[in-house]
């Protein structure tokens, strides 16, 4: 059974950073593409970043380039998404997905299987 558990999540003020962390079991965590996704209160979940299985391709949405970071261990099948420079528009749950494969999708359709997700809030 696999099961993605998202950790880190919780409440920070504008400008500051918080770290989350997806721990995945159950698949060969190597063979995944891994990607966060967001959704905040009434909009629809949106891609934010995904990393390919050996962690040396990353893409991201515009609106967090240069403010996040995708990384992966794949020795201990987590990935991690380091967030700075928060913006109170950054609220909202975040997901953790994956992706048999090589190729980075950016829609929530591509991904196989999901996390619970996190919230993270941010304060102006």
């Known amino acids: 059974q696999v099961q993605l558990v998202e950790t880190g999540g919780g409440l920070v003020q504008a400008g500051g950073s918080l770290s989350l962390s997806c721990a995945a079991s159950g698949l060969t965590f190597s063979s995944y593409t891994m990607g966060w996704f967001r959704q905040a209160p009434g909009k629809e979940r949106e891609f934010v970043a995904a990393?390919?299985?050996?962690?040396?391709?990353?893409h991201y949405a515009d609106s967090v380039k240069g403010r996040f970071t995708i990384s992966r261990d794949n020795a201990k099948n987590t990935m991690y998404l380091h967030m700075n420079s928060l913006k109170p528009e950054d609220t909202a749950v975040y997901y953790c997905?994956?992706?048999?494969?090589?190729?980075?999708?950016?829609?929530?359709?591509?991904?196989?299987?999901w996390g619970k997700g996190t919230q993270v809030t941010v304060s102006s």
């Open positions: 997905a994956a992706d048999w494969g090589q190729r980075i999708g950016i829609n929530a359709y591509e991904y196989e299987f």
């Open positions: 990393i390919n299985w050996s962690g040396g391709q990353t």
